[in-house]
């Protein structure tokens, strides 16, 4: 399995990027896909998730309303929308995904998680 993650940028505070997520390899309709983030000096954490089977999505509290993940399986690509981009926004951001067989989406924890794109950097400055 490998993911490539891409789309980062330097954006102004209230602005918009959006992350793609190239994936391969992927040969089971159950896995969970996860965009995590890691600013400096700070633990890795969950942003949004989408369960591959169930077709649910889930965000943490920080991006809810603001960050939308999607997914194009003609593309094997995942997307994450961030509009109204914020200053704490600022982070590299990980796609991520393992096989899941549960209804949720798993973001609480980036070790639970065994195939990783490489970072892509956000920062929200002006």
């Known amino acids: 399995v490998q993911l490539q993650a891409s789309g980062g940028g330097l954006v102004q505070p209230g602005g918009s990027l959006r992350l793609s997520c190239a994936y391969t390899g992927l040969t089971s309709d159950y896995y969970a896909i996860a965009w995590f983030r890691q600013a400096p000096g700070k633990e890795r954490e969950g942003v949004s998730c989408i369960n591959s089977h169930a077709g649910t999505s889930y965000y943490g509290d920080s991006v809810e309303g603001r960050f939308t993940i999607s997914r194009d399986h003609a593309k094997n690509t995942v997307y994450l929308q961030m509009n109204g981009l914020k200053a704490e926004d600022t982070a590299v951001y990980y796609c991520?995904?393992?096989?899941?067989?549960?209804?949720?989406?798993?973001?609480?924890?980036?070790?639970?998680?065994?195939?990783w794109g490489q970072g892509t950097q956000v920062t929200v400055s002006s």
């Open positions: 991520a995904t393992r096989k899941y067989y549960g209804p949720h989406c798993p973001m609480r924890d980036y070790r639970d998680y065994d195939y």
